[in-house]
């Protein structure tokens, strides 16, 4: 088998992990919404039992904070949003929050955001989100390299065809 066939071979199975990575930053998100309806019914019954009632617009229970995954241009973004509602024309609305430098999000403000049942989870997720970040950077670079190995040897290379022809 040469090396082109080789490159070849391993970059179809690379191909193949695209959908891995997205199905894992998509689970990512729908777990942390998941957790976070649990903590909140949760804080719902601490707040019944301590004689609170549970009222129609409970501004302490309203968690602004959403945890969001998308495949765009080719890219894997999962990110932060503020999710509020206007309150002239009630629509919903939606604010992005910035990013660090290094590709994270800084914690601390992402924690000033949160409410005080969701903070230990807004942690958790954040770190894991980094971690598939990370993961989908480390795709991106293996995939950019293998169409240059594979652009190089495309031809199978000046060595390939002088070793085809010293053979023959």
Same mark, same amino acid.
Not at 32 to 38: L, P, T, V
Not at 88 to 100: E, R
């Given at each position: 088998?040469?090396?082109a ?17 997205i ?9 942390f ?12 019954? +601490?707040? !019944?039992?301590?004689? =609170?009632? @549970?009222?129609?617009?409970? *501004?302490?229970?309203?968690?602004? $904070?959403?945890?969001? /995954? ?18 002239t ?25 949160a ?11 954040? +770190?894991? !989100?980094?971690?598939? =970040?990370? @993961?989908?950077?480390?795709? *991106?670079?293996?995939?950019?390299? $293998?169409?240059?190995? /594979? ?12 070793l ?5």
């Amino acid at each position: 088998m040469t090396l082109a066939r080789q490159i070849l071979e391993v970059s179809e199975s690379v191909n193949a992990w695209d959908e891995a990575l997205i199905r894992q930053a998509e689970t990512l998100v729908k777990n942390f919404r998941q957790e976070r309806i649990a903590r909140q019914a949760e804080w719902f019954r +601490e707040a !019944a039992s301590r004689g =609170r009632p @549970r009222g129609r617009h409970n *501004i302490e229970a309203w968690c602004p $904070l959403n945890l969001f /995954a998308r495949l765009h241009n080719g890219s894997l973004q999962i990110y932060w949003q503020l999710v509020y509602r206007d309150r002239t024309t009630k629509s919903v609305g939606y604010k992005h929050l910035a990013k660090k430098k290094t590709g994270g999000y800084d914690l601390r403000r992402l924690l000033a955001h949160a409410k005080s049942f969701e903070r230990d989870l807004v942690a958790e997720y954040e +770190e894991d !989100a980094q971690i598939q =970040r990370l @993961r989908w950077a480390q795709f *991106i670079r293996l995939r950019r390299d $293998l169409v240059q190995m /594979a652009d190089a040897n495309g031809a199978e290379g000046a060595l390939m065809k002088r070793l085809r022809r010293m053979n023959q």
